[in-house]
């Protein structure tokens, strides 16, 4: 229909009142806006409460956070291998003992309060044995543990049972190659220092293996302990009376946690070391020989992104050391006035100069 009488009741339309219906029934306007506003305002909390919660891995570490750096990447880019960015879809709580492993069953007392998803236990044995003695529900996973089987913390190596699992950091003779190693940049010497820190288990583990290798070379070696700053400063001084030709440090959370400090100690009392990890090397450090320990953590980070995709670490098998790595510094060598053997140049994995 078109003309006057169709323009006329398009007019009378649109002054017309519209007519709102809420379920069924008519209502008025000032109702119908009061509606949709509720309505609008509770869009928000039904979208909130269908979002999936973000997962909190619980990251519990017997180091400190200023020389951790390098491992935590690592770790991050295990987790980035499986699908999970630390700020979008994953958070890590982390909590730090700075080598006084008597503060690590209140930190994973207080991890597990988080009700984390899973719990990284980071930084060797003290940490490990921390985290299963605050929880037996919360998935673990630790870093580097010597012997996990006869500390308690798995059945086996090959189904864990239980909630933990991880990297295993045993591996038969490492504490006697590094004692060979030294034995071999450093011929004249007949007695060696070697480094522990008592309160770790794997310390005996090593100086059984250190004395034998020791035994075999025909010279001697004379273990040190240090569980405190004050107790490196009295083991790097007893070096002098002890006439010891060199210095084997072995892989440990305290120690890793002061590495500038050692590393300078070695310098200033100018004795030729080995250390078990690279980091020392880059450090001002003479030679290294183990683990990679960055390894160690980028795969911990695969086995925590798997857990959180729904496996279980009972069926995830505890994994050997894969990456080993002998590091030799050149310029400390030659401050030290060393000549390092050809041997050990074309066998060394990275020279540093």
């Known amino acids: 229909m078109s003309g006057p009488i169709a323009a006329l009741r398009e007019r009378d339309n649109l002054k017309r009142p519209i007519k709102y219906r809420h379920e069924g029934r008519p209502v008025r306007r000032r109702e119908f806006l009061s509606l949709l506003g509720s309505t609008a305002a509770a869009w928000p909390l039904a979208a909130r409460a269908q979002q999936p919660t973000i997962p909190v891995i619980g990251f519990l570490s017997s180091r400190s956070p200023s020389e951790s750096a390098g491992v935590i990447t690592a770790f991050r880019q295990g987790l980035q291998e499986t699908g999970f960015l630390e700020g979008q879809n994953v958070v890590i709580a982390f909590r730090w003992a700075e080598g006084a492993y008597s503060r690590l069953p209140g930190l994973a007392a207080e991890l597990v309060g988080l009700r984390v998803a899973v719990l990284f236990a980071a930084g060797g044995q003290p940490s490990a044995l921390a ?28 189904r864990p049972g239980g909630n933990v699992t ?115 090397v880059a450090a001002g450090g003479l030679m290294s020989y183990g683990a990679s320990i960055t390894n160690n953590y980028y795969r911990a980070g695969i ?37 390092i053997p050809p041997t050990l140049l074309a066998t060394a994995d990275e020279v540093i100069e």
Do not use: C, W
């Open 131 to 158: 985290a299963k003695a605050a929880t037996s529900t919360v998935p673990i996973v630790f870093s580097s543990v010597n012997d996990p089987d006869r500390l308690g913390l798995v059945v086996s190596f090959n």
């Open 166 to 280: 991880g990297m295993s950091m045993s591996v038969a003779g490492i504490g006697g190659k590094s004692v060979a190693l030294l034995h071999e940049l450093v011929p004249t010497a007949r007695v060696l220092a070697y480094l522990v820190n008592p309160s770790n288990p794997a310390a005996e583990i090593y100086k059984k293996e250190a004395i034998a290798a020791a035994d075999a070379l025909g010279i001697q070696v004379r273990v040190l302990n240090a569980s405190t700053e004050a107790d490196l400063d009295k083991a790097f001084a007893a070096l002098a009376e002890l006439r010891a030709g060199g210095l084997v440090v072995i892989g440990e959370p305290f120690f890793d946690s002061k590495r500038d400090k050692i590393v300078a100690l070695a310098a200033q009392h100018a004795s030729p070391a080995i250390y078990t990890f690279r980091e020392y």
């Open 303 to 339: 086995y925590v992104g798997r857990i959180l995709k729904g496996e279980q670490p009972a069926d995830l098998p505890v994994q050997l050391p894969t990456k080993f790595e002998l590091v030799l510094n050149l310029k400390t060598a030659k401050a030290l006035g060393l000549t």
